[in-house]
Nanobody, 115 residues
């Protein structure tokens, strides 16, 4: 059974940095595309960034230039380096496949950015 577990969230001041991790278990082959998504208070869950097995990355305009997604296929782990954080980045961050699989949403990891 595939399971995705996010970690690395926390409370940080505006301008600070955090690195999120997502470890996938129960997978026997390299995942084609992985992504990070987030859901802010009172908002819908939105796509943030994605990375293909080739390493090609894509970002939402709101995080372009500040966030970097990467992956370690040997560890079945995807990372999200978040720099220059803003209060509007406050959200629960989730990882999932791209396109997302509704069965795999986990608990996410809370990121709170104070002004």
């Amino acid at each position: 059974q595939v399971r995705l577990v996010e970690s690395g969230g926390g409370l940080v001041q505006a301008g600070g940095s955090l690195r999120l991790s997502c470890r996938a278990s129960g997978i026997t082959e390299t995942i084609a595309g992985m992504g990070w998504y987030r859901q802010g208070p009172g908002k819908q869950r939105d796509w943030v960034a994605s990375i293909a097995s080739s390493g090609i990355t894509n970002y939402a305009d709101s995080v372009k230039g500040r966030f970097t997604i990467s992956r370690d296929n040997a560890k079945n782990t995807v990372y999200l380096q978040m720099n220059s954080l803003k209060p509007e980045d406050t959200a629960v961050y989730y990882c999932n496949f791209v396109p997302s699989d509704g069965r795999l949403w986990g608990q996410g990891t809370q990121v709170t950015v104070s002004s």
